[in-house]
């Protein structure tokens, strides 16, 4: 393929433009160059054609109940009942932050989210209590990489959509890696907390469990019925999407923190995320008309044949990949990008696509932990006012097994996939 695109994709991102316009202008380029600018006459229907996926309705409803959750005191109870379970062990505050991220999964499934609004709120609290100002902040990034693996996740729904692959599976499979993932970054917690002794809570601190319980249920019904309803196919992910933000509506005026002028904030900001993902889909959808023309896909699965890789060896390129558009790249961005073109020879491999799912987005969110990008790091570093070399020495033994977590998932597949299967939803 001539040179000419990629030398215009490569100054546009170190330009720091917006990814629809380089990946958009890129592909155009391309045309030219190939000599195919034929096809160019069908590219708004090819592009819009592919943005006709019923799926992708749910994502900014998931916004929108994300955003109206984050306003309406949502934070503050979950944390809460967190505290009243967890809280009198040695480094009860680190077991909150992660055990809060688990609940706040269940609602906003954003990284970055949940890197903000526990920055704001954990961070000093913790900070207080006599833990590290580092260490305090690296947990909570390590932990809110969670929020995309536990449904509803915006990165499975633009996964599954684009890779015509069942949103509802991906859903299910999401369930066992996120709790395993807050398991291994609660043993790694406990190490740290008895090495360098952490603080446990008072007892004076520890709020009642029933009363905290009480408070936190209207949050935590949230993601129970939204998961139920999709799990056990009363909703399609659409539905659930609806009923979630009208639910996320209801339990901000319970807290009575929701005011008039949050809920047209949250509109507001769900309608500038959402033009934000679906220009980037037009844009991505132009490049996976070119791979289509050029048979990218095809050519791709003949170079893994001559290069001699089984789906294993394949799953390890794919995983660097994954990782490295992580750091760099917008997470939804990456899927849509990368994900067309080479996760369909995994398929062919023999890899699951339910399977291949969970690794991509697991992948992807670990990315935004990894220097020296690391899109959560850098927003924590801002919101805690940390040094970012320092968070990142902190992070690394998080990250660590993450990693480790990450090469299980790749070798045992029955992970992400028992509970899909159980509940008949697959294979």
């Not at 002794?197 to 319980?213: D, N, R, V």
């Not at 006012?385 to 998080?398: D, E, H, K, S, T």
Request: without cysteine.
């Amino acid at each position: 393929m001539p040179i000419l695109p990629f030398l215009f994709l490569f100054a546009a991102i170190m330009s720091g433009s917006a990814i629809a316009y380089f990946v958009g202008g890129a592909t155009i380029i391309g045309f030219i160059s190939l000599d195919q600018t034929r096809y160019l006459a069908a590219l708004p229907q090819r592009a819009m054609s592919q943005l006709d996926v019923f799926a992708f309705l749910a994502m900014p409803l998931f916004i929108l109940t994300g955003e109206l959750m984050n306003r309406g005191g949502v934070t503050h109870a979950l944390i809460r009942f967190s505290l009243s379970m967890l809280g009198r062990f040695k480094g009860g505050m680190a077991h909150v932050n992660i055990l809060t991220s688990v609940f706040f999964a269940g609602i906003s499934g954003s990284a970055t989210a949940d890197a903000a609004a526990l920055g704001n709120t954990l961070v000093p609290e913790m900070e207080r209590q006599g833990y590290p100002r580092a260490y305090a902040a690296a947990i909570t990034a390590a932990s809110s990489i969670i929020g995309p693996i536990i449904p509803p996740s915006i990165i499975l729904i633009f996964y599954g959509a684009l890779l015509n692959t069942s949103v509802v599976a991906l859903f299910a499979a999401g369930v066992v890696p996120g709790l395993m993932l807050a398991g291994v970054l609660m043993v790694v917690n406990a190490f740290m907390a008895h090495r360098h002794g952490h603080p446990g809570g008072k007892g004076s601190e520890i709020p009642p469990f029933w009363g905290s319980l009480f408070t936190a249920l209207p949050a935590l019904s949230l993601p129970v019925i939204i998961l139920s309803g999709i799990l056990f196919g009363f909703m399609t992910p659409a539905e659930a999407a609806g009923v979630a933000s009208v639910a996320a509506l209801g339990v901000g005026m319970f807290y009575g923190r929701l005011t008039r002028r949050d809920v047209i904030e949250a509109l507001n900001r769900t309608v500038l995320l959402s033009g934000a993902v679906f220009i980037i889909l037009v844009a991505v959808a132009t490049f996976g008309y070119l791979t289509s023309v050029e048979q990218l896909p095809r050519k791709m699965a003949a170079l893994i044949g001559e290069l001699g890789l089984d789906a294993t060896g394949y799953l390890l390129v794919l995983n660097v990949i994954f990782l490295a558009a992580g750091m760099i790249m917008d997470v939804k961005a990456a899927v849509a990008l990368l994900g067309p073109l080479l996760i369909p020879p995994a398929i062919v491999l023999g890899v699951d696509p339910v399977h291949m799912g969970i690794l991509v987005g697991f992948n992807l969110t670990v990315g935004l932990l990894t220097p020296p990008l690391g899109g959560v790091l850098l927003i924590l570093s801002t919101v805690v006012n940390i040094g970012y070399w320092r968070l990142v020495r902190a992070v690394l033994p998080f990250l660590i097994v993450e990693l480790i977590l990450l090469a299980v998932l790749i070798y045992v597949p029955a992970i992400s996939l028992t509970l899909p299967r159980y509940l008949g939803l697959m294979n």
